[in-house]
């Protein structure tokens, strides 16, 4: 066990000194890894395809997209989001530019995040057995509420807990095609 933690350690220090992106080491992670970011702005967008927990170090470890797309997409089962800032997404409302988006997953946690100048704050699509607890979402400012996004999105998601989020210029909590979700 203690080389596995070792090993995860040095992932988490790959950046800091071989300037390799966030992508980079979640393509080397192995599955089930903890990688922990210190604080610091870190570039997206990126995108997670297996289990993982990405933590942070507070509002100080911050994802900043490149205003294009979505920042943080996931596309597996079995991944924790917690302890972060996200900023900095695009603004195509028919691309679902956002902050954190889910695609086809079950058991994501999406917990203690700080999701601002986005166009939707976490959009979750066809998943499952989720949380999202405890974030603050805060949609772009500079466009009337009509043309901004929701805040959080659930599209053919079910049994999900959404709970303690607080939503700020956000044009919409929504729920469609989704059930047995509660919301708190």
């Known amino acids: 066990m203690k080389k596995i933690l070792f090993f ?6 790959l950046p800091l000194f071989a300037d390799q992106s966030i ?11 903890k990688i922990t970011l210190p604080k610091g702005v870190f570039r997206g967008p990126i995108v997670i395809d297996k289990p993982l927990i990405l933590e942070g170090s507070g509002k100080e470890s911050i994802i900043q997209g490149d205003g294009n797309g979505t920042v943080i997409m996931i596309k597996s089962s079995y991944v924790t989001i917690q302890n972060l800032s996200i900023t900095n997404s695009g603004h195509q409302r028919h691309r679902l530019d956002s902050g954190i ?3 086809q997953a079950r058991h994501v946690t999406i917990e203690n995040c ?32 009509d043309n901004r996004g929701d805040g959080i999105r659930l599209w053919n998601s079910h049994n999900n807990l959404i709970a303690k989020n607080h939503l700020i210029g956000s044009r919409d909590l929504s729920l469609n095609r989704s059930n047995h979700n509660q919301i708190n």
């Open 8 to 13: 995860i350690t040095l992932f988490c220090t």
């Open 23 to 33: 992508n980079h080491i979640i393509a080397h992670a192995q599955a089930g890894s």
């Open 101 to 103: 988006k889910v695609d």
């Open 114 to 145: 700080h999701i601002y100048k986005t166009l939707f704050g976490i959009i979750l699509f066809d998943t499952s057995h989720s949380k999202i607890i405890n974030n603050t979402i805060k949609s772009y400012q500079d466009s009337v509420i």
